[in-house]
């Protein structure tokens, strides 16, 4: 192979593994000897069929197209001694860490630990751009992490300091699809969206339906006990996953107006309750059937089940790998940091194991993608039930061939919120 095809190659590698932009593949590619032999890929047959780009050009990353992240400053050098002394600062939605595991950490590193939190991604981004909150770490979801990146707003990590990593979590979240060699983040909790019910209240065994979704626009008889996830995207893909449609990161206003119409459908039929709080309608029976997170049927179970109730009538349904989404969020440092050592030794201590586990079966029933977490293991030490090994996941569930909902354009934002926006305020 000669020069100029090496360099083809080399190009081609960077632009897929999300180190160099379509445009800037395009460039590279014009300027060799051998631009006519790439002829197919000047014209878009293969760079065209990449995901859009997305804030600062950084691609927008897929379960099938992984980005490696730019980096804007290196990372801290090994070896460095943790801060100690005055306040640490943490930045995340109420009531998703243990208040008890987060004084643990405060006491061991010799700082006070001083919690604010946020309300939404949006609201978590805004306010960290604006520095009306100047956090050392917080929780960040995959689909805003280009966006922080491209606005400076977190740190590269030094993976020396964070050897949980690779000795306690799942290999598939080592290198994640939207944060290639894990530059900027590590993964905290995962789930599936599904379907959470009460096996004591719905007659159907919705596992074993054909279309289970299907059970949402047949659900006249639970009227009133049935609700779907306050989320423009959840919701949304809800009904296209109900049609039989994938592609849930999609901008065809065709597809997401037709969408919100099967939602707008649902309406008269069983006037469906929209929020985020089935972890404690399911569990107290307020609600019978609710488009869910896997992680809301195992709080509802570890946290919010009345006097007397066992919890064998919760039940959670979700699709095979490829035909529903999973999920995951992660953790960062702020780039404001005044602590950058410490805030790494954070990021290691979440992914302790005995940290994660006591984190999970205690205060969130988010599950954490700890290798030694598994459903034989829960069921066997009578954690949870065996009517709720569906709600357990393993490493295989992500990755290559998932369906994860990620970035969209300023446009797709837009039609997912207008669409989204109308189910709302009609039902």
Same mark, same amino acid.
């Given at each position: 192979?000669?020069?100029? %095809?090496?360099?083809?190659? =080399?190009?081609?590698?960077?632009?897929?593994?999300?180190?160099? +932009?379509?445009? =800037?593949?395009?460039?590279?590619?014009?300027?060799? %000897?051998?631009?006519?032999?790439? !002829?197919?890929?000047?014209?878009?047959?293969?760079?065209?069929?990449?995901?859009?780009?997305?804030?600062?050009?950084?691609?927008?990353?897929?379960?099938?197209?992984?980005?490696?992240?730019?980096?804007?400053?290196?990372?801290?050098?090994?070896? #460095?001694?943790?801060?100690?002394?005055?306040?640490?600062?943490?930045?995340?939605?109420?009531?998703?860490? /243990?208040?008890?595991?987060?004084?643990?950490?405060?006491?061991?590193?010799? @700082?006070?630990?001083?919690?604010?939190?946020?309300?939404?991604?949006?609201?978590?981004?805004?306010?960290?751009?604006?520095? +009306?909150?100047?956090?050392?770490?917080?929780? &960040?979801?995959?689909?805003?992490?280009?966006?922080?990146?491209?606005? $400076?707003?977190?740190?590269? &990590?030094?993976? /020396?300091?964070?050897?949980?990593?690779?000795?306690?979590?799942?290999?598939?979240?080592?290198?994640?699809?939207?944060?290639?060699?894990?530059?900027?983040?590590?993964?905290?909790?995962?789930?599936?969206?599904?379907?959470?019910?009460?096996?004591?209240?719905? +007659?159907?065994?919705?596992?074993?339906?054909?279309?289970?979704?299907?059970?949402?626009?047949?659900?006249? $008889?639970?009227?009133?006990?049935?609700?779907?996830?306050?989320? !423009?995207?959840?919701?949304?893909?809800? !009904?296209?996953?109900?049609?039989?449609?994938? /592609?849930?990161?999609?901008?065809?206003?065709?597809?997401?107006?037709?969408?919100?119409?099967? #939602?707008?459908?649902? &309406?008269?039929?069983?006037?469906?309750?929209?929020?985020?709080?089935?972890?404690?309608?399911?569990?107290?029976?307020?609600?019978?059937?609710? =488009?869910?997170? %896997?992680?809301?049927?195992?709080?509802?179970?570890?946290?919010?089940?009345?006097?007397?109730?066992?919890?064998?009538?919760?039940?959670?349904?979700?699709?095979?790998?490829? $035909?529903?989404? @999973?999920?995951? /969020?992660?953790?960062? &440092?702020?780039?404001?940091?005044?602590?950058? @050592?410490?805030?790494?030794?954070?990021?290691?201590?979440?992914?302790? $194991?005995?940290?994660?586990? +006591?984190?999970?079966?205690?205060?969130?029933?988010?599950?954490?993608?700890? @290798? %030694?977490?598994?459903?034989?293991?829960?069921?066997?030490?009578?954690?949870?039930?065996?009517?709720?090994?569906?709600?357990?996941?393993?490493?295989?569930?992500?990755?290559?061939?998932?369906?994860?909902?990620?970035?969209?354009?300023?446009?797709?934002?837009?039609?997912? =919120?207008?669409?989204?926006?109308?189910?709302?305020?009609?039902?």
């Amino acid at each position: 192979m000669n020069n100029d %095809s090496l360099e083809v190659q =080399q190009i081609l590698e960077d632009f897929d593994s999300g180190r160099l +932009s379509r445009r =800037q593949a395009l460039k590279a590619l014009a300027a060799t %000897s051998v631009a006519a032999a790439v !002829a197919p890929f000047l014209a878009g047959s293969a760079l065209a069929s990449s995901p859009p780009m997305g804030p600062g050009g950084i691609p927008l990353a897929r379960p099938d197209h992984p980005v490696t992240l730019p980096l804007h400053e290196e990372p801290i050098k090994s070896g #460095l001694p943790p801060e100690t002394g005055g306040t640490f600062k943490l930045f995340n939605y109420q009531d998703y860490f /243990d208040k008890k595991l987060i004084d643990e950490f405060g006491k061991k590193h010799g @700082v006070k630990m001083e919690l604010t939190t946020f309300d939404s991604m949006d609201q978590a981004i805004t306010r960290m751009a604006s520095h +009306s909150v100047q956090p050392d770490v917080t929780d &960040i979801t995959p689909d805003r992490l280009a966006q922080a990146v491209a606005g $400076k707003l977190i740190k590269p &990590i030094n993976l /020396d300091y964070i050897p949980n990593l690779k000795a306690n979590i799942w290999p598939s979240l080592h290198s994640p699809f939207y944060d290639v060699g894990s530059r900027y983040t590590v993964p905290y909790v995962t789930y599936a969206t599904g379907i959470g019910w009460r096996a004591d209240k719905i +007659s159907e065994d919705i596992a074993k339906m054909d279309n289970p979704w299907e059970i949402f626009w047949k659900s006249e $008889k639970y009227k009133g006990y049935v609700g779907v996830l306050d989320d !423009a995207r959840e919701s949304l893909a809800m !009904a296209m996953l109900y049609r039989g449609f994938y /592609d849930l990161n999609t901008e065809d206003p065709k597809v997401i107006n037709k969408a919100r119409d099967d #939602l707008m459908a649902m &309406i008269p039929i069983c006037n469906p309750k929209i929020n985020i709080t089935e972890y404690q309608t399911l569990a107290k029976g307020e609600s019978w059937l609710h =488009q869910s997170w %896997s992680g809301d049927l195992l709080g509802a179970y570890f946290n919010y089940l009345p006097a007397g109730d066992n919890g064998s009538s919760l039940r959670f349904w979700s699709p095979a790998k490829g $035909k529903g989404q @999973v999920q995951n /969020d992660c953790w960062a &440092i702020l780039r404001t940091t005044k602590k950058p @050592v410490l805030a790494h030794l954070w990021l290691n201590y979440l992914l302790d $194991k005995d940290v994660a586990y +006591s984190n999970f079966t205690t205060f969130t029933g988010y599950q954490p993608p700890q @290798v %030694s977490i598994t459903a034989d293991s829960l069921i066997q030490a009578k954690v949870l039930p065996e009517n709720l090994r569906t709600a357990i996941f393993t490493s295989d569930a992500f990755g290559p061939g998932s369906l994860q909902l990620m970035t969209l354009t300023p446009k797709g934002q837009a039609l997912w =919120q207008k669409a989204y926006a109308r189910f709302n305020s009609g039902a």
